[in-house]
């Protein structure tokens, strides 16, 4: 196996001078408040080793990468019906975006676009109030990375909730065609609070490892998911996880991966090791700039591709 402490050291030296690059998103007010001159890494094993560089400690909003948290959730919850409320196919759209939803009866096309996951989380709602839904979730994550101190940043949910007119499209629309079963708001109010949950890079890698070691946590011992959920959800953030960023993303980097408007890349190298990069300013589609060069340059020096 490489010196994987000395390819994340390597990586970070390579791409000190450019930390800053791309747009930090400012769509959510209090996302666009970040200092964009951040960068950190972390990768976990399957044989329980963490190595980490630059601002990996850092907690930072990973928005959309709760989707795949949420998705677990949802998964155990109603298993393989959720394919009735959601499809399994890339969108090539934007993710936030409407278009598809209404020739398609008001089913979005994946789980981690918005109106996917907004339609994960009415699922996972049921027979829940909207706070113990968040409660549920939070207790998860912690739970996933065997870390109490995750929480979720409440300015960060308040923002999104006073700016997410989009979101409020999307879910009107699905509940129009059914797809949405509790009250618009109360939906929301637990994806905006998802979305807020904040972690840093080596927390990420932790809650994600069962991923990569299929469907269990080697340092914790949990039992999450089984191995085949663990390859679905997998293929997934692999087709999926950067909306239209996604065929870019398999071709650079090769991975099941999952990205977020806070600059956060969340990635699986199955059999091997979960990966997190974090840089706050995005590319044009609204995924981490310099998280996805991070990630290109780890899969080239390892080996780690899935092709
Ligand atoms: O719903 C939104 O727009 C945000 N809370 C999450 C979007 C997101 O992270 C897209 N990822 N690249």
């Given at each position: 196996?490489?010196?994987?402490?000395?390819?994340?050291?390597?990586i970070y030296k390579?791409?000190t001078?450019?930390i800053?690059?791309?747009?930090?998103?400012?769509?959510?007010?209090?996302?666009?408040?970040?200092?964009?001159?951040?960068?950190?890494?972390?990768?976990?094993?399957?044989d329980?080793?963490v190595y980490?560089?630059?601002?990996?400690?850092?907690?930072f909003?990973i928005?959309?990468?709760?989707?795949?948290?949420?998705l677990t959730l949802?998964?155990?919850?109603?298993?393989?019906?959720?394919?009735k409320r959601?499809?399994?196919e890339?969108?090539?759209?934007?993710?936030?975006?409407?278009?598809q939803l209404?020739?398609e009866?008001?089913?979005?096309?994946?789980?981690?676009?918005?109106?996917g996951?907004?339609?994960?989380?009415?699922v996972?709602?049921?027979?829940?109030a909207?706070?113990?839904?968040?409660?549920?979730?939070?207790?998860?994550?912690?739970?996933?990375?065997?870390?109490?101190?995750v929480?979720?940043?409440?300015?960060v949910?308040?923002s999104?909730?006073?700016t997410?007119y989009?979101?409020?499209a999307?879910a009107?629309?699905?509940r129009?065609?059914?797809?949405?079963?509790?009250?618009?708001?109360h939906?929301l109010?637990v994806?905006f609070?998802q979305?807020a949950?904040?972690?840093?890079?080596?927390?990420l890698?932790?809650?994600?490892l069962?991923?990569?070691a299929?469907?269990s946590?080697?340092?914790?011992?949990h039992?999450?998911?089984?191995?085949?959920?663990a390859?679905?959800?997998?293929?997934l953030?692999?087709?999926?996880g950067h909306y239209?960023?996604?065929?870019?993303?398999?071709?650079?980097?090769g991975l099941?991966g999952?990205?977020?408007?806070?600059?956060?890349i969340?990635?699986?190298?199955?059999?091997?090791?979960?990966?997190?990069a974090?840089?706050?300013?995005?590319?044009?589609?609204g995924?981490?700039?310099?998280?996805?060069?991070?990630l290109e340059?780890?899969?080239?020096?390892?080996?780690?591709s899935?092709?």
């Amino acid at each position: 196996m490489v010196d994987l402490q000395a390819v994340l050291d390597s990586i970070y030296k390579e791409l000190t001078p450019r930390i800053g690059e791309g747009k930090v998103a400012d769509y959510i007010p209090e996302l666009a408040k970040i200092d964009p001159n951040q960068f950190g890494m972390a990768v976990v094993t399957v044989d329980g080793k963490v190595y980490r560089a630059g601002d990996a400690d850092v907690p930072f909003s990973i928005q959309s990468i709760s989707k795949v948290f949420m998705l677990t959730l949802a998964l155990g919850k109603v298993g393989e019906g959720l394919w009735k409320r959601v499809g399994r196919e890339p969108s090539g759209s934007a993710f936030n975006s409407i278009v598809q939803l209404e020739h398609e009866h008001g089913i979005p096309r994946n789980p981690f676009i918005n109106a996917g996951a907004i339609a994960v989380t009415d699922v996972v709602m049921a027979g829940h109030a909207p706070r113990e839904a968040i409660g549920e979730l939070l207790r998860f994550v912690r739970y996933l990375a065997d870390d109490e101190s995750v929480t979720i940043d409440e300015k960060v949910a308040r923002s999104e909730t006073q700016t997410g007119y989009r979101n409020f499209a999307l879910a009107n629309f699905m509940r129009a065609y059914k797809n949405i079963d509790h009250p618009v708001e109360h939906v929301l109010g637990v994806y905006f609070h998802q979305c807020a949950l904040s972690m840093s890079c080596e927390q990420l890698a932790r809650a994600g490892l069962f991923l990569a070691a299929r469907g269990s946590n080697p340092m914790t011992g949990h039992s999450v998911v089984s191995p085949k959920r663990a390859r679905r959800i997998n293929a997934l953030m692999l087709t999926c996880g950067h909306y239209d960023g996604s065929g870019d993303f398999a071709y650079h980097v090769g991975l099941p991966g999952k990205s977020g408007v806070g600059g956060g890349i969340f990635a699986v190298a199955p059999g091997v090791a979960s990966i997190a990069a974090w840089s706050p300013g995005l590319n044009k589609v609204g995924n981490s700039q310099l998280g996805a060069v991070a990630l290109e340059m780890l899969a080239a020096r390892t080996g780690w591709s899935v092709f």
